[in-house]
Every structure is written in structure tokens, then in C-alpha cells.
């Protein structure tokens, strides 16, 4: 492509309303121009990215034994009311009606068509496992559409659904999708983690979110460092230590601290570290309430212990009232060492190991030290209700907890029967019995994506793109202030030699000057960028400089060659 | 591609809305599903199909320059009140309200939001000439969607529009997509015409329809059969004979016609060729009525009759009572000689160039038989007012006048000023003065030439795909009754070969029994069968026969890839 026959439109200023990095550099660099609240022009160079990312899917999905189809983006309201999603996806599915006063959405997903369509087309186990995919562009009705491309009403999506008799079979698929995934967000050149995800109102049995890090994620991830473990930090397992609990050295000992009510407060006082106390707090569980029991240096994780069977599914602290009546003591001074037998006392794990520990004196002003389980206080269940904390060893037993920021950038999920019950969608089986399919779906946010590259790959200058995903490859900047018909003509010729050898190439002609020219290839982030000018060809080099690198040099045609090949 | 992997789903039951060929096939080869009325799911075969068409109509675009963006489907109400089409464009502007009672349409059309980018991005005529192009789903809420994909109301499309400082400018962008149009439709293996289309209520200076030829096609075209030549039959020119007007040698004479009134009926009472016959017509003109004179073998065209200085733009044939007040004489026997000084007489080119002819008495139950103009009769003006038929001269000079049917799948239009006046649409000239731009707007309807394709191509058995548009060029099918593994091996090893030479190959390996097999390939189109059998492997043939042909033949592998390469 030669730029001056281009559409590039590049801004100094960033809108006051672009809040995240890639909302302004995508606005500066002019890859997308805003129509109005979460609605997004993609002028052509974004449309150059957006393309290169939807190729990458395409290819991988196919590859990975997908056929792909094309539904409606508008759907009837009918469907949507056999799921009840109708009511209760909310106020994010846009309603329409037509000019017959029919009623239908702009589909925000495509479960309920899919299911409709597997249902009159599939009949018999036979045809089955199949995945269907389409890209397609998609609208939800965000209340507050924001940060450009990465939250916008209207967007690009590629959505899979895959159909099984049994739920092995989904199982099977759901690996499948889950490396092909993989294997997308890795040609890409993105670094992400595949994370173990709760499935929340979804329901089915297993999902995972892919993530790409960046520092301005909005979801706070737990990975190893020496596996692909990744989970949500909620719900990161934390192990219990391998070290047996130590027997009791010490005698338990009630000593003042009049003042000291929290875990610093108590450590600096007694001189202590902090992974040798144990806090202490109370819930309201189903039946009065309930001691949670965590290391001074650890905190409560509330979505582990929901699962606990004491617990509710959303427990609540128990006010400073309830706990003066039920212990007589005020909160900052509850242990677990004599406290009433209807409080069951729930330890985690790694509190559950230690031995002549610090722990509230359940008496105001005063802490017990040399504590220890089973001498002086009860377990109830031990169990795993603590956060996981950087440096904590990997639940895959690989490597070390690291924490990083995600964006999710897409999302697999086996959905179980839930969509092919509710719409009745099954097939006859090898005894001839109807049986209800299994589903599983798998999205990727392909225009999220190129939001989420930027957050993770830019500098000061502006983007710095993967190769995968650069608008070009190459750019190759013409420095002619004097219209030399020679320089003109290396340009021109090593432009088309490039193009030639199938490398991405962009011709810069448009006769800019050298700053505001390079500005441009930075801002728009292209990976190469090779200069040529009337001095480099007297010496036979061009001037060549990779995006991430700081520093250019010269480089000889062969040498360019080489290092692009 | 492994059709035991695919989702094919032929059916032989015709569904009973399905009124034409094109809905019917699609259906029964399984290339779309009914969701709702006239919405589509493009199952798998289908889609196979709408992406070749897309990527050739990418290609081409993109060859003549234009420079690929994608806006929004959904549009703000506020653009469209700027060109006053939020009312104007009718019921089929779906019209959307979001969560915040904000008021949108799904975009039928993109000349408002490319006018808003337009202006907001474009300050210079030095950035003059653009075209921008898009591919993408629109809706238009049709009152009554019929005929598949058809006429549906989401629908893909590509949307192309230009903008320029001059008139002129838009000419040669007009010239250029008017090329690659005509090589897209070329490329797909369509008979098609270009045809001089009224612009009608867009406005505008010029305008193209790209019609593909079919014998159901909506549209009525008169083309040249010598030369590119099209238009709608009721724009088509009729030129002036090139013979001048013979001397009179005949005497005006009165005949007894008492129950002829139509010129069959004179010309075989007198035994004159209808062709030497006038017939007139009054109708009523901006001034009292008007006279309207053609050949006896010939019918006014109203639309090129509209075009007269004496009648307004809607005209209307004057009542018998009106007639006989102007003339005293009934309709059936009204001629040119001796009518009221007050009625013009307008004569059609090929009326004028007669001599001696046949026409109305003027008197009930007589003609004249031996009228010449001038002589008997006076002529107001001479003008091309008649309809073309068949075996007229092609108003290029080149060839004779054939009529056609047509499916409409692409306009261009010079939309001028239009657009860019009503939203203040300008750049800068080089005088620095502000310049309101021209524009062009180029559509071509997607997924409307896959319907108008199998119009214009099917036969008793199915669907007769060009090889462009082909969901495969070749199917190769395998007659293996016994589960023969060197049958089965043969069969993958041509598949297999074909693939790596870039053959857009399918395999049928379902097991299915040569009948139904053959069936399905030939539903469906595939242009090249390919039978992998023992017996042919024993002769070392495969049975090749082409989509397009009646009978199969034997050829070596050396001769099939000869056929396909």
C-alpha cells in the first residue's frame, strides 16, 4: 500500500473522553472514529488490524474442525422466551420492533438461534460431535459504554457452539477449543493466560477465560510462573504446606494489649511476624454464627468460604453487636481458644499448621500467645478460605504464584444441557431413545482484541504492535525533500521487492518530513521501519530501525532482507 | 474439505413459501435456514458460497483503489434527520430505541454516516479523490420479504462511497467502479448487463444498474446483441430511421372501418402491414390535450412521453368523453388529418418517416387510407416517445435491440452534491476556499448474486454453480460398498493431490449410495464429479463428469488434472 493513497488521519490531541490507553492511542494513531455512545467508525487502519485478528480465528477455528455458518444478527423475541432470557438477560439485549410490531433483539449471542437451528437440522447421534462457528458483529446495550473498542455497544464476535450426546464428547471439543484458543492469542504474539473461571449464572461444569495481561486489566489474575496454571485470584487454589504442624513448645499465655487490635499493631508489639498469628473473624452462618480463622499475614477469601457448608451462599460479617453478645469481647481481641461451643471454628489450611501462635484473647485488651490447636482450641474443619498471595507455591504443584492483570478476551465454556433442555433440543441415540444434547460455547471479543494488544504492547511514542497484528509489517519512509528522482526510485523499487517476497509493506510517499513521518509509523506502531535517503544510498544502506528497539542502524539490502525474512 | 466433517443437509421436500427456483434450491441444498420472515441463517454450504462472492468483490475493490473501512450498523436518528430521511425513507427504516430511549435505526444504508466521517475527517482537496468501501449486514424492513435471500431484510452488502472537488473527478471514479464492476460480475462466471438506469428519487446525474440476466428477473432490459449496450426497456432510445421520409404518391382517401378500431383489425380489413400504419393517442397535455402519434406496430412509452415540453410529468390518457368533445369523433378512429388547431400533434421518429400511410378518420367508422405529413397532416414536433422493440437498431450504433429479464445486484449513482450540502460536507480548495465535495455511492447486494446466480443457472437436478462461486470446484465421490481400503486409499490420495494444487476439493466420503450421492453433488452444483470406484481402479480411470454436462466419460489421472488445472 502507498500512504498517499491511503485514508491516514493521525491526531495530536486525545479526546477528553478517552479514559484508557488504547481508547486514545487507537483515536490518535485514527484506527477508529466514534458515531456516538459505545459506537465506533473503524476507519482503514483500524480495519487493517481488525481484519488481520479475524483471519488468525478463522484460520485456527477451521483447523481445529469448526464449520462455519452465519446467523441474523436480529432475533425474534419468541426464541429468547423459551430460554426466559428475555426478561432476564436485562437491560443490556437492545429490543426492537419491527414495522409489523413484532418484537426481536439485536443478538447480543447466539444460544438460543443455534439451539433452534440444531434442533430442526440434527437428528440422530450420528451427526454428532459438531461445532459451529460465525464472526459476526454483535450489540449490547451497555449502560455506560466506555474505554473505546474494549467496551462498546456494537462489536465483533466470534461465537462457537459445539453439540454432543454426551457430556465425554463435550469434554473432548471443550480441549479442543481450549488449544486452539491457545494457539490464536499465541500467533497473535499476545501474552496471556488461560484462566480457570467461575462460571457463575451460566451454570455448566467447567469454563475457562482467556486473558491477556496488561497492567490496566480489569480482573485480577493468579499464574505460575513455571506452568500455564492461571486461575481468577477469587478462586486460585491455595495449597495446604506440606510441613506437618509442629507439637506444642509453649504455654498458652494471656498477655495486654490494651491498644492493639490489629495484626501490625499485635506483630509490633510482641515481636512476632505475622505468619505466626492467627486472626480471627466472625460470619453469620446458616445456624448463628461462625469463626473463620486465617494466618495474621493472609485474608479471607468470601468466595471460598461460600462453599463452605456452614456458610450461605453470600455470608455477611457479623456486626459488632452480635459479636459482643455472642462472646462478650469487641471485635480485634476474638480467638479461637475458648470461645462457645455453637461457633464451629473453621481454619484455613495454613493457620491450621502452627503451633504456639499468637491469637485474640477473647477478652477486651488482651491477645494469647504459645496457642496451640487442640490443647487449647478446637477445629472444626479445616479447610481452604484464605486469598492466595504472591510467592505461594502453584496448585499444579509447578512454579511459583504470580499475580498480573487481565482483559478477557475470550471465554469457553461447557454449557451442559441447560440451552438444549429448555428448547428441546436432542437427538436419537444408537438404541433409538431421544436423547437432550450437550452444548458447549466458546467466544473470542475479535475487536476487543486489538483494544486489549494495545494495553499490553505501547510505549510513549504509541502502539507497538505484534507482527501478527500490525496494520504492515514494514514501513518504508521516503526522505526526499529535493524530489530526487533516484531516491524516489530505490524507494519505490525496494517498496515493491518487499511486497513481492509477501512482506506486509507500506510505502510512506506521502513527502512528509522526517519527524512528523516517524512520529506516524511509531504512533500507528509498525514493527520495521527502513528509511531510505539520498545519503544511505551513496553508501549503499538503508537505515533501519525495529519498533521495539531504541536505536537504528544501517543496514545493507541483503542484511534488510534477512532480517525480515 | 471431508463432507463426513461438514454439516451438508439436503432435503427433497420444497418448503411451501418458497415461490421461486432460486428460494427453493437454496433451501433443499441446505445453503439457508428460515429464523423468522426474512431472516436467514447462512448454514455452512450457503456461507461457503456468499464468501466467495465477497472476497471477489473485495478483491476487485480493492484493485480499483477503494480503501476498505466499517461503520456502525446502528445509526443515530440526529444523522438522519440531517438529510430529513428519517422521515422520508419509510417503513423500511428499522427503527431502534436503546435502554436510555435514545432513538437509532439499523443502518440500511451508509451515505449519512460516511458524509458525518466525511466531514469530520477531511479539510483538503489535496486528500481528494477517496472511496471508501465497505462489506457488511444491513436491514431494510420490507413490508413484504419474499423470495429467500432474495429479498430478505438483513442482508449483506458492499457499500462503496466517493469524494471529490469536481464534477469530473466523480466521473473517473464513477468510470472506474463502473470497470470493476463489470469485472466482478465477469469474474463470477455471470451473464450480466450494465443498464442505463433512471436515477429517479436519489437524484444525481448518472446511474448504472448491474443486472444478472435471468428469465425470472424483475427488471426488463433492452441490450445490444453486437455491443455492451443496456438499458431498462423504458429508457431504451428508439433512434430516427435513417431512411428519409418518401414523396407522397398516393391520394388521401376516407375508407369505411365501421367496427375497426384496432390497428389489427384495420390492417386486416385493408390488408396494409401494421408497420404503414398511424396510430393516435390523446392524452391530456400541460395546455388542453395533446396528440400522440406512432406507428401501428409500435406503444407510446409514457415515461419518454413524460419528457415532453407539452405534458407534465405525470400524464394521463384524456376520457372518451373528453375525445369526442376536442374532436366529435370516438376513440379508435382518431388520426392527425384535420384535428383542431389547438391539440399539438406529436410524431414518434418512425411515424415521421412514413409516407402514404393508414390512420384515424377523425369521423367514427373511417380511416384514411393514402396520408402524408405535411401534405394532410401537420406535425408540432418530431420525438423519440415510443417503446423499443425487439430487432430495433441499439441506439449505440452496434447490433440490434434484444430484451431480457434482469435481477438487480449492483447500482452506482453520482449522488453530486446531495448529501454533502444537506450535512456540510467541504474541504478547502487551492484557493483555500470551501468547497461542498461531490459523491458517488457504489452498491453491490452480497448475498443477493448468490440467489440471482442460481436464477440464472439450475436445471431440473439442481443448482449449476460457476466455478467462482462454487461451495467446491470438484467432488470427489467414493463407491465403496464394501469398505475396500484401497478404494478408501485411492480416494484420499486424489483428494489429497487435488487440495495441494490449490483445487477447491470436496471428498463425499458419507458412504452414501451412488444415487443419492450423486444427487446431493448435483443439488448443490458442484461443477466437477469425480467417481473413485474398484471398477475404475481396475482400469485405472476415474469417472469424470462436468456439472454442465449430460454424460459421464472415463479419464486417467493425467487427463482429469488436465480438466481442472
Same mark, same amino acid.
Given at each position: ?185 499465541? #500467533?497473535? +504474539? $499476545?501474552?496471556?493466560?488461560? =484462566?480457570?473461571? !467461575? ?6 461444569? *467447567? /469454563? @475457562? ?76 452462618? #446458616?445456624? +448463628? $454464627?461462625?469463626?473463620?480463622? =486465617?494466618?495474621? !499475614? ?6 471460598? *468460604? /461460600? @462453599? ?87 496448585? !499444579? ?6 499475580? *498480573? ?161
Amino acid at each position: 500500500m502507498r500512504l498517499s493513497q491511503f485514508h491516514l488521519a493521525t491526531v495530536k490531541e486525545v479526546p477528553a473522553d478517552a479514559e484508557v490507553i488504547s481508547h486514545k492511542l487507537m483515536l490518535r494513531a485514527g484506527m477508529i472514529r466514534k458515531l456516538a455512545s459505545g459506537l465506533y467508525t473503524w476507519a482503514p487502519l483500524g480495519l487493517r488490524v481488525l481484519r488481520k485478528v479475524e483471519a488468525a480465528v478463522r484460520e485456527e477455528m477451521l483447523r481445529a474442525g469448526a464449520i462455519e455458518m452465519l446467523m441474523p444478527s436480529v432475533q425474534p423475541r419468541e426464541l429468547w422466551e423459551e430460554t426466559g432470557r428475555w426478561e432476564k438477560f436485562g437491560g443490556q439485549l437492545l429490543k426492537i420492533k419491527d414495522r409489523k410490531e413484532q418484537e426481536f433483539c439485536y443478538g447480543p449471542t447466539h444460544e438460543e438461534v443455534i439451539t433452534d437451528f440444531a434442533r430442526n437440522e440434527l437428528k440422530s447421534y450420528k451427526q454428532l460431535p459438531l461445532n459451529f462457528f460465525q464472526i459476526q458483529t454483535k450489540f449490547r446495550d451497555e449502560i455506560r459504554p466506555r474505554f473505546g473498542v474494549m467496551r462498546a455497544r456494537e462489536f465483533l464476535m466470534k461465537d462457537a457452539y459445539s453439540f454432543h450426546v454426551t457430556p465425554e464428547s463435550l469434554g473432548e471439543t471443550y480441549k479442543v477449543m481450549y488449544d486452539a484458543y491457545s494457539r490464536i492469542f499465541t #500467533r497473535l +504474539g $499476545l501474552e496471556f493466560r488461560a =484462566v480457570d473461571a !467461575d462460571t457463575g449464572a451460566i451454570g455448566g461444569s *467447567a /469454563s @475457562h477465560e482467556f486473558q491477556v495481561i496488561a497492567d490496566s486489566g480489569e480482573d485480577a489474575i493468579a499464574y505460575s510462573d513455571a506452568s500455564p496454571y492461571a486461575a481468577n485470584i477469587e478462586k486460585a487454589e491455595a495449597l495446604a504446606p506440606s510441613i506437618e504442624r509442629p507439637s506444642p513448645s509453649a504455654e498458652l499465655a494471656r498477655v495486654a494489649t490494651p491498644t492493639q487490635r490489629t495484626i501490625e499493631e499485635v506483630t509490633a508489639l510482641l515481636g512476632v511476624p505475622a505468619a505466626h498469628t492467627v486472626k480471627t473473624i466472625l460470619v453469620r452462618g #446458616r445456624e +448463628g $454464627l461462625v469463626a473463620l480463622c =486465617v494466618r495474621g !499475614d493472609h485474608e479471607v477469601n468470601e468466595v471460598k *468460604a /461460600s @462453599h463452605l457448608p456452614e456458610l450461605p451462599d453470600e455470608s455477611e460479617l457479623a456486626s459488632e453487636d452480635e459479636i459482643l453478645a455472642a462472646t462478650g469481647t469487641r471485635p480485634g481481641f476474638i480467638g479461637p481458644v475458648g470461645l462457645p461451643a455453637n461457633i464451629p471454628v473453621i481454619v484455613d489450611r495454613s493457620a491450621a499448621v502452627l503451633a504456639d501462635f499468637v491469637c485474640g484473647g477473647n477478652q477486651d485488651g488482651t491477645h494469647y500467645t504459645g496457642t496451640n490447636w487442640g490443647r487449647d482450641a478446637q477445629i472444626s474443619r479445616v479447610a481452604d478460605i484464605r486469598k492466595v498471595v504472591e510467592g505461594d507455591p502453584s496448585p !499444579d504443584g509447578r512454579g511459583t504464584i504470580r499475580f *498480573a492483570r487481565g482483559i478477557e478476551v475470550g471465554h469457553i465454556f461447557q454449557l451442559g444441557q441447560k440451552y438444549a433442555e429448555a428448547m428441546g433440543a436432542g437427538v436419537l441415540d444408537d438404541q433409538g431413545k431421544m436423547r437432550t444434547m450437550y452444548m458447549g460455547c466458546y467466544g473470542i471479543g475479535v475487536s476487543r482484541i486489538v483494544a486489549a494488544a494495545i494495553e499490553q504492547r505501547h510505549d510513549d511514542a504509541g502502539i507497538v504492535w505484534p507482527e501478527a497484528m500490525a496494520p504492515w509489517r514494514v514501513a518504508v519512509c521516503v526522505i526526499n525533500p529535493k524530489n530526487d528522482p533516484v531516491v524516489t526510485e530505490a524507494a519505490e523499487s525496494l517498496y515493491q521487492s518487499l511486497s513481492q517476497e509477501g512482506i506486509d509493506t507500506v510505502l510512506d510517499d506521502r513527502g512528509l518530513r522526517p519527524g512528523p513521518m516517524f512520529a506516524d509509523m511509531e504512533l500507528i506502531g509498525i514493527p520495521h521501519r527502513v528509511v531510505v535517503s539520498a545519503r544511505g544510498l551513496e553508501s549503499g544502506t538503508f537505515e533501519y530501525r525495529a519498533r521495539n528497539e531504541t536505536e537504528a542502524r544501517n543496514v545493507t539490502r541483503e542484511e534488510l532482507f534477512g532480517l525480515l525474512g
